[in-house]
C-alpha cells in the first residue's frame, strides 16, 4: 500500500526552486483509500502530539467505538475502545458517532458519542473521559436528550476560550427542520450551563430534510463548518457535505453559496460525516463514504482527502478521491491461542462467554439474539472473500459461519442471518429471519474430528457455502441472494455462530478471511 511521504520539508524546497505551489506539493501526496477500510461510520480524528487518534460509530456491535491509532492519517492500528466491557448502564443501543477531543491542559481525551436512553428511549448525547486515548474511560453520561433527539456532538472553544458543545437535534424523525446547537459545557464536562444558541438549521433546497454531523476548526480568522446533508445510510443514500463560516462561534453563520462540496463521484458515494485535522501544515478531512463498487454491503469506509482554499477563504475538496487499498491489506487470520483479536466485536445485548488457548475458541452456545445464537462477528471489507473457520463438531452445539445483517432494510431491524454449521454429523445450510430458522440445505457427512467450513461471497451479495471432511470439498445447497438481509445504516458481518443450550460450546481452531 503506498503511504504518505516523510520528505515534506525536502520536497517543498526542492518546488520552491523550481516554481511549483504548496497547493501542488499537498496534492503529490500519496496514499490508498480507504484509510480506514470497512464499515466505519461517522470517522472522528484527533492529533495529539506526533499521533493521531480516530473511532467511529459502533451501531449495535460490542465493544463500543474503536479508538485507533496512527503516525500519518493513513496506516491504522485499532489499539483501545471507548468502552471495551460494553454499553454504560444508562444506553440500550444506537451507538453513533463518537468525536473525540483532547484537552492540553488537563491532558484529558473527551469521548463525546450518542446512544438511546432506556428510560426515555430519547437518543442522547452523552460523554466519557480517559487519561490517555489508550486508558480506561470513564462515562459521565448523557448531557442532553430532547424531545426529537439529539445526536452528533462535537466540542470547540468560542473566540474568548468559553468551551461549547454542539449538536444536531434529530427533528427529521419527526418531519421536523434540524437545528445545529451550541451551548457552553462545563470544563470537567458534566454539565451544560447557560442557554442553548442555534447555529443554523436546513433551510435549503439542496440540504433536503437535515443537516447534521457538524465539526469545527479554524483559519483565516473564521470558524469553519463541515457539515452532511440529505439521507445517510441506506441503499437509495444521498448524502453530500457542505461548508458554512462565521466570525464568531455563535454566528451568524453563512453558507457557501456553491454548496455542496463533496458529493458522488466515480468511486464513492454518500460522502460525508467527518472531522478536519491538521498534518505538515495542511488540513485533512476524514470523511465516510459507500465505495460505488461495494456499495451497501461493505459500508460506509474512512476517506482522507485534503482541504484546498478558493480565492475568497472557502474551504473545498478536489471530490476525486479513488479506491487504491490492496486486497492483500484486507486479508486476516486467527487461531485464538494468545487471546480474542480485538476486531470481533458482538451483540451489545449479549453477554458472551468464550476461552482462548492452545486448541482454538471455545464459544458458549445459546439462543439469544433473535435465535441466531451467540454471534462473534467483523466487518466485511471487500465485496469478493471467502470465509474459512476449521471447526471441531459437537453434538450439543451447532457451529457455524454466517453473514449477519437485518431482518430487513428498515431503522432498527432485528438481526438476522444465513450461513453454514456443522453439528454432529451433519451440514446445514440455514437461514433465521424474524426468530424463525429455515433449514436451506443439509448433507450428512461421517463424525470427524475437524470440519473446515466455508462461506463464499461474490458481489458482496451472492453466497455459496460448502465444507471440506477427510480432504473433501463438499457442496451444501446453491448459490443464495443474501440483498434482503443488507441492515439500515450498516455493512454485513461475517459472524462465527453458536446456537445451543448455554452449557454447551461451539470449538473453533482457526478463522481465516481472504
Known sequence: MNRL??????????????GVSSSALAQSLTFAN????????????????????????????????????????????????????????????????????????????????????????RLSVAVASADSPEGSFKDHGPLVAQEY????????????????????EDGNSKGQKTPIWAQEVNEERTKLIGEKHELFHNDQDWEG???????IFRKNGYFYATYSARGCCEITCDYVTGVARSKTLLGPWEKYDMNPVIKDNENWKCPGHGTVVEKDGELWLLNHAYNQEGSVYVGRQGVLQK????????????NDEKYERSKASLEFTDNFKKRLDPIWQWRVTQDIQYETGKKGLRLQASEENETLGTLLVQ?????????????????????GLAVIGGANNGFGAPPAGMGISVKGNQLILWETINQKTTEIAAVTIPVNEQVKL???????????????????????????????????GMGFRLGLVAKGPTDSFAHFKEVKIY
Request: glycine fraction near 6%; charge should be negative.
Open 5 to 18: 511521504f516523510n520528505y515534506h520539508r525536502i520536497l517543498a524546497t526542492l518546488c520552491l526552486i523550481i
Open 34 to 121: 480507504p484509510v480506514l477500510e470497512g464499515d466505519r461510520p461517522d470517522p472522528t480524528v484527533v492529533k495529539i502530539g506526533k499521533s493521531y487518534y480516530a473511532s467511529a460509530t459502533s451501531n449495535e456491535w460490542a465493544p463500543l467505538f474503536p479508538i485507533f491509532k496512527s503516525d500519518d492519517l493513513v496506516n491504522w492500528e485499532l489499539v483501545n475502545y471507548v468502552f471495551p466491557d460494553g454499553a454504560p448502564d444508562w444506553a440500550k443501543n444506537n451507538f453513533w458517532a463518537p468525536e473525540l477531543s483532547y484537552d492540553a491542559e488537563q491532558n484529558k481525551i473527551y469521548a463525546y458519542y450518542t446512544a438511546r436512553d432506556k428510560e426515555s428511549n
Open 149 to 168: 433527539g439529539s445526536i452528533d456532538a462535537f466540542e470547540t472553544r468560542d473566540e474568548n476560550g468559553k468551551l461549547y458543545v454542539l449538536w444536531k
Open 209 to 215: 430534510g437535515l443537516v447534521e454531523g457538524i465539526a
Open 307 to 318: 482541504v484546498e482554499w478558493t480565492a475568497d477563504e472557502w474551504p473545498v475538496f478536489a
Open 379 to 399: 466487518g466485511t471489507k471487500s465485496l469478493d472473500y471467502q470465509y474459512e473457520a476449521t471447526v471441531i463438531p459437537d453434538g450439543k452445539a451447532a457451529a
Open 454 to 488: 466455508i462461506l463464499n461471497m461474490e458481489d458482496g451479495y451472492k453466497m455459496t457455502t460448502s465444507a471440506i471432511v477427510d480432504g473433501e470439498t463438499i457442496q451444501v445447497g446453491e448459490t443464495q441472494d443474501v440483498k434482503h438481509l443488507v441492515p439500515w
